[in-house]
Each structure stands twice: as structure tokens, then as C-alpha cells.
């Protein structure tokens, strides 16, 4: 099973609106990821935990805040978006991030398209 | 010049032809190469994976890394109007902690 849940599928929120994005997968894998898709363009990828500790942030604006809580769920927290980041937001797990002796081959979740109004 | 080059298409082909896709890149570290094939509105699917330099053939797939010329390719055979989908190379270091970097994705139709 390459499952990974994201929940919900479709979000609408006002710019002073806080709300959170959740993630889950059950392989066991101890890295998770955020990444951001606008149409037409590849992923880029937001955050990465590894063991459940923030191991990459690619300079994302604090209005985005990723929280980890367990080895299994990877949450994103929203607050006071701009309309630009209106996006696909994909969530992925990897059995572990990508060392010498393991690929890090990344399975995604199917996103939640996210309109900030 | 981007890291990873891939022809964004769209590439349209008839039912049952053989469609290559290919991916260029300059930096020669990177080792680990995977295919994804995305349909619209949906997350990346994971098709194949292959380690360093060879073949790897799963089904109507097969996908190839020819580490001396920087060259990755995906071949599909008696490809389906199913197969119609947007397919993105990445690939990544073992010092890069996951990151994986993309092509831009090259969008397929298949005709009946």
C-alpha cells in the first residue's frame, strides 16, 4: 500500500483566515514533505521532517507553518494568505529522505487545491 | 540553464504507438531517477524508479538512464488514450536530502 492521504480535497479561504492542511500515510516512512504546485509547473518543494524534526525549509514565508506531530500526520498551517498562493498543495512521504544507501523515492498524496479569495 | 531540461510538449500520438520521453541534466551527481505521471487536477503517481546508470522495465514501461550524456528516458509501448497525462522526470542527490528536482513535464495525449 503507497497510500497518502490529504484532507480536505478543496479549500476556499479569505485572506485573514487561518486553517490547516492535513496529511497522513501508514508505510512506515519517516520523511514527509510539503510541496506547492501552480498549473502547468512541477512541484517546488516547501518543507521536509525527517524523524519527525523540520530538516529542510526552502525559505517559505511564515504565513505558512508546517507541524509535525507524529511519524505518521504532517500538518500545514495558513494564515493570512495572499491570493497568489492560491495552489495545488501536495503532500509526499519517503521510507527515508535520500542517503548513500536509500533512494528516497517520494509517493504523493492528491493535493488540496487551495483558492484564497 | 535549468538543472533538469525536459520538452513540455504537448506531445500527441495514436493509440498503440511507442512514445519516449526523455529528460536532460547537468549536475552528475544526482543518482536516483524517477518518472511520475500526473493526470489533470490530481497528485504525481510514481511509475518508475531507477538507481545510477540502466533499465528497468515494468509492464508497457521501461525506463532507461544513460548517466554518461546526463540522458533519462521513458518508453511507453502500445500506449492508451488511459496514458493521456502530464509525465515528470526528477531526480536527486544522496547529499541533497530529498530534494527532488523536476523537469517542467511534458503534457501526452493519446488518441483512440
Known amino acids: 500500500d503507497t497510500e497518502v492521504t490529504q484532507t480536505p480535497k478543496h479549500l476556499v479561504m479569505g485572506m485573514t483566515n487561518k486553517k490547516s492542511l492535513k496529511c497522513e500515510q501508514h508505510m512506515g516512512h519517516r520523511a514527509m514533505y510539503w510541496y506547492k504546485q501552480k498549473a502547468k509547473k512541477p512541484p517546488e518543494l516547501m518543507f521536509v521532517y525527517s524523524y519527525e524534526k523540520l530538516s529542510i525549509n526552502e525559505s517559505v514565508p511564515s504565513r505558512f507553518s508546517p507541524e509535525c506531530p507524529n511519524s505518521s500526520l504532517l500538518n500545514l498551517h495558513l494564515h493570512a494568505l495572499q491570493p497568489e498562493d492560491s495552489a495545488l498543495y501536495l503532500c509526499?512521504?519517503?521510507?527515508?529522505?535520500?542517503?548513500?544507501?536509500?533512494?528516497?523515492?517520494?509517493?504523493f498524496g492528491p493535493g488540496t487545491r487551495l483558492t484564497v479569495t | 540553464q535549468k538543472e533538469v531540461e525536459q520538452d513540455p510538449g504537448p506531445l500527441s500520438v495514436p493509440e498503440g504507438a511507442i512514445v519516449s520521453l526523455n529528460c536532460t541534466y547537468s549536475?552528475?551527481?544526482?543518482?536516483?531517477f524517477m518518472w511520475y505521471r500526473q493526470y489533470s487536477r490530481k497528485g504525481p503517481e510514481l511509475l518508475m524508479y531507477t538507481y545510477s546508470s540502466g533499465n528497468k522495465e515494468d509492464g508497457r514501461f521501461t525506463a532507461q538512464v544513460d548517466k554518461s550524456s546526463k540522458y533519462i528516458s521513458l518508453f511507453i509501448r502500445d500506449s492508451q488514450p488511459s496514458d493521456s497525462a502530464t509525465y515528470l522526470c526528477?531526480?536527486?542527490?544522496?547529499?541533497?536530502?530529498?530534494?527532488?528536482?523536476f523537469g517542467q513535464g511534458t503534457e501526452l495525449s493519446v488518441k483512440p
Open positions: 509526499a512521504s519517503s521510507q527515508d529522505q535520500a542517503w548513500a544507501s536509500v533512494s528516497g523515492e517520494q509517493y
Open positions: 549536475n552528475s551527481a544526482f543518482q536516483y
Open positions: 526528477a531526480m536527486n542527490t544522496y547529499n541533497q536530502g530529498g530534494k527532488l528536482i
